[in-house]
C-alpha cells in the first residue's frame, strides 16, 4: 500500500448550524469582512447574519461585489477595505464564488502584491501567502465547490479572460459551516450544475494517478451520494434528506480534492470559464462524459470502481465492460437530472480552440500531468471541439 498524508479539514456540519456561526467565528477575529453573494444580501441574509456575528461582539464590514468566475481586480478592493478597516478574520457566505473570493481577500489583505500575483501559473513568478493570510470561515449555500474543505481560490482575470487558481494551505478555512437549511432555496438549474461539479472533483481526484487510500476512500463515497441523491433533489428541491445527502457529498468531493487535484475535466472547463465566463458547473457538464470516454482506457480497474459506486447493478460485469460503462453511467446521471450542455452554449467557438488550449496548458498543466492517460495538445483541442 502507498504511503500518504491524511487530514479532514474543520467541518461544522448539520442543519441548523449556521446559527452558531457568531459562537464559532469569535475565536478568530472580531472584526470581519463578510463577502457574501449579493443574491443573498438582496433576500435579507446579510442583516440575519450580521445580527448572529452582533451578538458574539463580531463587527461586520460586507463586501458583496462578487460575480461568478470572482473577478481577481474586485478582490484588490476588497483586501484593500479589509486593510483599511482592520478586518482580523473574513466570513466568506455563498457559493463557490463567494468563498473563494473571501479566500483571495484573506491572502492579499495583509500581504503585498496584488490577488493575480497569487494564482498558480507557469507565465509569471507566483507569490505564496504565509502566515499573514487572514483565517478563513466558510458557509456555503450550495452544493458543489467543496471550497470549505480546499486550499484552492480560483479567481478571474477579466482583462485578459483568464482563470487561474491560488493554491496554498493557508486558504484552507479555519471552518467550514456546512449547513444544508443554507441550499434548501437552491435554483433548480443551479443545483444540477453544482451537483455535477461536486461529482467531477470526486471522479477526477480518484482518477488522478497520485490517488491513495484516503482520497479516494473520500472521493468514492461522495460519487455514491451524488449518484443516489442528485437526481432526486433535482427533481423536488423540498427533498431535504437528498440536500444533507448532496451537503456531505460536495465536502467530501472538496475534501478529496484538498489531497488530490482534479485532472483533465477541470483543465479543459476552468479556460472555457474564464475566457467566455461560463458557469463552473456547466462547463464541467459539457466536457465530463468525454474526458471519460477519452481516458478510461489508462486505468479499467478505477473506472470500473467508479461504475459500480454509480450503479452498483453492474457488479457482476467484468472489469473492462464495468470500466466501459462508466462514461454511459455519467451520461444518463446528466440525463436524469437534465442537463445537457455543450461549450457552444457559453459562446466557445471553433476559432477559440487554439486560446483555450493555450489557457488549459499554461494555466493548468499541473492538472494535466497527473491525468491516467497523457494528454497531448491535440488531445485537448480534440476534446474542446467534441464538446463544442
Ligand atoms: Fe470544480
Redesign the pocket.
Known sequence: MEAFKAFFPNIEFGVGKWRLAGDIIKDYGRKAMLTIDPYLDANGFSDEISSILGKASVDIIKYTDIVSNPNCFRVDEAAEIARKENCDVVVAVGGGSAMDFGKAVAVVARQPGKAWDYTERTDHEVKRPTDKTLPIVTIPTTAG?GSEATHYAVLNNPEIKEKSTIVSTWVIPKVGIVDPEMMYSMPTELTAHTGI?AF??SVESYININAHAFSKLLALESIRLVAEYLPPVVANGNNKEAREKMAWASTLGGAAIAHIG?VLG?SLAQPVGGFKNAP?GGS?AACLVKVLEFSYVADLKKFAEIAEAIDPSVRDLPQRAKAEKCPELVARLFKDVNVNVRFRDFGLKEGDIDKVTHIATTGYGFDLVNHPRTVTDDDLKRLYRECL
Request: hydrophobic share 25%; charged share 10%; glycine share 0%.
Open positions: 465547490t461539479d467531477a472533483h482534479p477541470h463552473h464541467i
